[in-house]
């Protein structure tokens, strides 16, 4: 039997319920495996109308209803049951995040889906109704028992993987919390990603300097000098393939990108910048080092334009091709030779 | 009689020699304007030779010889006379990079040619021959008798043209060196050169922010509160149509970059990622608010690959052909009517 991919719907008020609706459409031609939405059947029916897309839904007790529903309908696992007010986001909505976010991971960590993907969630809001994590990483992390600082956000698109090490900090704060131990730890972690969920054998990590030039020998900046060479020593000495500190801005066009298989970065924008420059549309955080396969597409709720059809769905087909793919990719590893 | 641009060879040992006699040997497919290498006769004729092109070299003693030379031979300008030795720079290869560089801005300055492209030097030898600025902008500001602070740099592709407010320094140095009035002045500067020089009626700024998410209101740092909305304030009080502050990341996409003439950047790399990634062979570095043109590829003396023709032409055609653009401008904005 296959196993589905469980997409938790985000937001009910934000482009996540639209665009499991413009996912399920695509489906065929998108090549993407059997999936099914865990939230609010009302509210995917409305969002897919409000798209204009003829999408059937079929409410489901069970994942295991999933694959058999999915060819004629999207199967939604249902965990409440609201308007659907697009642009106009209300605690009642939030919750039914919270419970579709639960459930979903649960699923995945009872193995009766076999990846999670997020919709996009609103966290101030989520906040205000007691969800303590910062984001929805964290949240799947507590759920796995892996620690915070073990769960890796890595960006992938078509053309790039990155790992930013700091993320969502000031610049100012940046340099003080940069180790050598961090990004050792990070990176390692991010190569046995890449060998177990991507099949890269033996993956190439550029490492990207902090500064301008990486610090060109000390005279802008010594983290180069004193954090992140040592950390590349030590991914070396770990026996993996490892170069840098390079200089950040030489890092990101085709020929460079040709040389390694995914860039670990210092910082949020320097990981950022490229990845949105080169598949806006088609970014997909993944969360690496997590017993369950999880991924999301790497936009937000969108409230601005969530129910005028505007928001695109690449970055959704993507995270669900990616969830299938990686786990495929698992289960493969589990199977005898 | 049409004016010659003046290309200074840059380092004797670096890639500047050959570029040179691509672009000559590009001229007419790429269509740019006469220009003639102030340098030394036998490096660039070597230097085609080593690269496989049939350049004719000619000797002048005035860049009014320049325009009639250029369809049948590449006019040089004598500073000195020395050997090609590609790859290998020496304290006499510097001091002729550094005698070409003074005379072809004192040929711009006196009006004798029309704008100055700046081949890539070497700092750290020049700095040993008794070179006291920072670089060759530095040295052109100080000879046009402006102050450094406004001199500003502006790197420009085909996709892109961004400002860095701050440039060589570390990034811990960033967050204290920015301020208000620092913004403001150098975006008034770049609005100023975009009217001018690149006949943009009324330049759209987009501000960039310094940390992730432009800060998200406070809460990853105070920089976007606290210097750079109150820059772009001061920007729109003076009638210029800046926005921000941005977060970096969602700035670059194409669908971002057609709602701006020039993105303002708060640090080197923030500038240099996207406008590299977007255009790496193509990228010019434009100094902006001088009285003078000037340009330049924006890549190296490139040591290690010089003589062995690996080193591609498009950056110095792109620097010769916006000089020429530029320089014409600025001359039809003096004719009347």
Do not use: K
């Given at each position: 039997m296959t196993l589905p991919l469980a997409l938790s719907i985000g937001d009910p008020a934000g482009v996540g319920p639209e665009l499991a609706c413009a996912a399920w459409a695509l489906s065929g031609t998108a090549g993407l495996p059997p999936f099914f939405v865990v939230g609010s059947a009302r509210v995917i029916e409305d969002a897919g109308y409000a798209r204009g897309l003829h999408v059937r839904v079929a409410a489901i007790?069970?994942?295991?209803?999933a694959a058999a529903i999915f060819p004629t309908a999207l199967p939604v696992l249902e965990v409440g049951d609201i308007d659907y007010t697009p642009g106009q986001p209300t605690d009642e909505g939030a919750s039914l995040a919270l419970r579709a976010l639960e459930t979903a991971t649960a699923l995945v960590l009872a193995g009766e889906a076999s990846a999670l993907v997020t919709g996009p969630i609103a966290k101030s809001r989520l906040a205000r109704i007691g969800f303590t994590q910062p984001g929805q990483t964290e949240f799947v992390a507590d759920a796995c028992a892996i620690a915070h600082a073990d769960a890796v956000m890595m960006l992938a698109g078509p053309n790039l993987r990155v790992v930013p090490i700091?993320?969502?900090?000031?610049i100012s704060a940046v340099p003080g919390l940069l180790t050598a131990d961090l990004i050792r730890s990070r990176a390692i972690i991010a190569a046995a990603a890449l060998q177990r969920d991507f099949s890269i054998a033996a993956p190439r990590l550029a490492i990207a300097g902090l500064?301008?030039?990486?610090?060109e020998d000390g005279r802008m900046g010594r983290e180069e000098i004193e954090v992140i060479a040592p950390a590349v020593a030590a991914l070396r000495t770990a026996g993996i393939d490892a170069r840098g500190?390079?200089?950040?801005?030489?890092?990101?066009?085709a020929a460079a990108r040709?040389?390694?298989?995914?860039a670990i970065c210092m910082y949020h924008d320097q990981a950022l910048i490229p990845i949105k420059v080169l598949d806006f549309d088609e970014g997909v955080n993944v969360t690496l080092g997590l017993p369950i396969v999880r991924t999301s597409p790497?936009?937000?709720?969108?409230f601005g334009i969530a129910g005028t059809g505007e928001a695109r769905p690449g970055a959704t087909l993507a995270a669900l091709r990616m969830a299938g793919e990686c786990a495929a990719r698992r289960m493969s590893l589990l199977r005898p030779g």
């Open positions: 007790s069970s994942p295991a209803e700091t993320v969502h900090v000031p500064n301008p030039h990486a610090g500190p390079l200089p950040a801005d030489t890092m990101f066009h040709e040389t390694y298989d995914a790497d936009h937000g709720t969108a």
